[in-house]
């Protein structure tokens, strides 16, 4: 499946700027809307407990856009993904505004429980990423990272 050039919704207006790495107001009424439908989206999801992976990988396609195919994650999930970045000027902080960098996962990466993801990182194809760790860089392909900040401890061949 190929993914889509943003996360989650249609690209609207005022969005624009979110997935442009530009400025935006994160308190935006349309942006607290599509956070509250995700929040209502992740609670039918986190209340499946036979594990059907049909209703599963369904379920994680309406508020994740594109999930390959065999993709597993069991109920209950918590993400712990952060695509926004806050700016470093006070002032411009305190008014509310920040930008957003996507995060883009390759072909069969590992993800462990609890692990961070800063924003703009990419995991590449066929790594895996120790329980805990706080991914604040790129994660070269064929890798394991562990740690706080995440860094390359073995090469997978």
Same mark, same amino acid.
């Given at each position: *499946? @190929?993914?889509?050039?943003?996360? +989650?919704w #249609?690209?609207?207006?005022?969005?624009?700027?979110?997935?442009?790495?530009? +400025?935006?107001?994160?308190?935006?009424k349309?942006?607290?809307? !599509?956070?509250?439908?995700?929040?209502? &989206?992740? %609670?039918?999801?986190?209340?499946?407990? !036979?594990?059907?992976p049909?209703?599963? &990988?369904?379920?994680? @396609?309406e508020? *994740? =856009? %594109?999930?390959?195919?065999?993709?597993? &994650?069991?109920?209950?999930?918590?993400?712990?993904?952060?695509? %926004?970045?806050?700016p470093?000027?006070?002032?411009?902080?305190?008014?509310?505004?920040?930008?957003? @960098? #996507?995060? @883009?996962?390759?072909?069969? $990466?590992?993800?462990?429980? =609890?692990?961070? $993801?800063?924003?703009?990182?990419?995991i590449?194809?066929?790594?895996?990423?120790?329980a805990? %760790?706080v $991914? $604040?860089? !790129?994660?070269?392909?064929?890798?394991?990272?562990?740690?706080?900040?995440?860094?390359? &401890?073995?090469?997978?061949?």
């Amino acid at each position: *499946m @190929r993914a889509r050039s943003h996360f +989650l919704w #249609p690209l609207r207006a005022k969005k624009t700027k979110c997935w442009q790495g530009k +400025l935006y107001r994160s308190a935006d009424k349309e942006l607290v809307t !599509d956070r509250r439908r995700v929040q209502t &989206i992740l %609670a039918r999801y986190n209340a499946i407990f !036979d594990g059907d992976p049909n209703l599963l &990988i369904s379920r994680l @396609r309406e508020f *994740m =856009g %594109a999930v390959g195919d065999g993709t597993t &994650i069991m109920p209950l999930f918590t993400c712990s993904f952060y695509t %926004a970045q806050h700016p470093l000027d006070p002032v411009v902080r305190r008014s509310g505004l920040e930008s957003a @960098r #996507p995060i @883009r996962i390759g072909h069969d $990466v590992w993800i462990g429980g =609890g692990t961070v $993801v800063l924003p703009g990182v990419t995991i590449r194809a066929r790594s895996v990423v120790g329980a805990g %760790a706080v $991914v $604040v860089h !790129d994660v070269p392909p064929n890798t394991v990272v562990v740690g706080n900040p995440a860094r390359v &401890i073995r090469t997978l061949p």
